[in-house]
């Protein structure tokens, strides 16, 4: 596999350790527009991964990701409902987890040092992990830096992508014109998707799965960062 060999784990370092280190981290404090608010999601039965780029405003102000017109309609090409995706059995890990601001063409990239500081950290304990969905082009630099690949190629390139890979670009509204000149990503691209989310969840035992949902309606208010 082409993409980015999991670091070994530190025998010092829990997962419950690091999610509680990231989530009081102020590291870029002095560069973003408003005080820290790590949004992320994991856990150590997590089967799916979705690497996306950084909280949106909204998703700041509430701590929930995805819950936004975004999140519909990534939650529609996964073919997943609300409560399986915020389910313990997926997590939600983007480049970067503080809301990094905006200009006029749109949210400001995720600052580099928030992948530096904690991806590898958090990934090492997620070792159940049978699809991850790269969701748009700083997830595919990131996962797939050996390939030099643009997101447009890793997203057309799906056939030849790592075993249990794939790229997606971001759901946002912003990416329909991209959408649109490339039906086929509908067309040909979703459908795979979909198998593949619903093979991963596969392996999670029906009960357990069942058990997961609840913990997912429940937990939402859960996974906002420190306020
Ligand atoms: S973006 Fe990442 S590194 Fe920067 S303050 Fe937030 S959690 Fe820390």
Redesign the pocket.
Known sequence: MASRAPCKRSAAESLDDVVAR?RS?????SI?PHA?R?VFRVHADARILVAAQAPGMRVHRTGIPFNDPSGDRLRRWMGIERATFYSPSIALLPM???FPGSSKSGDLPP?K??AK??RSRLLVHLDKIELTILCGSYAVDWHLSALHLTLSEAVARWRELPAGVIAIPHPSGRNNGWLKRRPWFESDLVPELRRKVALALKSVPQHRLSRLHQEGRHSVSQWAGPT
């Open positions: 990231a981290c102020n590291h870029c404090a973003l820290p790590p970067a987890f503080c600052p040092d928030c500081i904690w």
